[in-house]
């Protein structure tokens, strides 16, 4: 069973919907007691990082969540602004992130090569495995829709299982053990999203 954490930030929906189009049993976590049940949990977000914690903070549903995953061990998958989440910190904010990977989210905006480009980074784009992931499978020459004006920065690049490039080549999926993050959103990303649901599933 795949359970979407809702802490009132994602396309919460849009997943359910999919993993109910693919007959995955699927449920919603709202309280704590919601989570204690899960097999795999799914960490959807949007907007900005500290808007994003602070509401994950005010939840009640935070300390049981890092039980789950921390202690447990079993696995999640981050969405978007909810793999920024997983860092240390990001530049966006001051919030300290659920450090569940050792890494950071910077700014964009930072990096000259990006200067000519729009911001956000909105749109289709490819994103190239860099290495074995389950997450993956089956996936021919992926490609995903970005809306993000930050990146995440994993201290090891080993952790990187995907790139993108934009200006510059920039970690699109991460792993570490349990821990499965995405920069793009696979709820929006048609097949090649679908089919990264469905592995996430199945791993």
């Not at 793999?83 to 992130?97: D, I, N």
């Not at 809306?147 to 299982?161: A, K, M, Q, V, W």
Request: hydrophobic share 40%; charged share 20%; glycine share 10%.
């Amino acid at each position: 069973m795949v359970t979407i954490v809702d802490y009132g930030i994602g396309n919460i929906q849009a997943l359910r919907h999919i993993y109910q189009m693919l007959g995955i049993t699927v449920s919603v976590a709202s309280r704590s007691g919601d989570i204690l049940s899960a097999e795999r949990l799914i960490l959807p977000g949007v907007g900005a990082f500290d808007w994003a914690m602070e509401r994950l903070d005010g939840s009640g549903l935070r300390k049981t969540l890092d039980a789950r995953v921390m202690v447990d061990r079993i696995p999640v998958l981050g969405i978007c602004v909810g793999m920024q989440m997983m860092a240390k910190c990001s530049e966006e904010g001051e919030a300290q992130g659920l450090s569940w990977l050792e890494a950071e989210v910077r700014d964009l905006h930072a990096e000259k090569e990006v200067n000519s480009l729009p911001l956000p980074h909105m749109g289709w784009n490819d994103a190239f495995p860099v290495r074995e992931s389950p997450l993956f499978k089956g996936l021919k020459d992926p490609r995903f829709y970005f809306l993000h004006s930050y990146r995440f920065c994993p201290n090891y690049d080993g952790e990187t299982i995907a790139v993108t490039d934009y200006g510059i080549g920039f970690c699109a999926a991460v792993s570490r053990d349990n821990v499965y993050g995405v920069q793009f959103h696979p709820e929006k990303s048609h097949d090649w999203g679908v089919q990264l649901l469905k592995n996430f599933a199945e791993i």
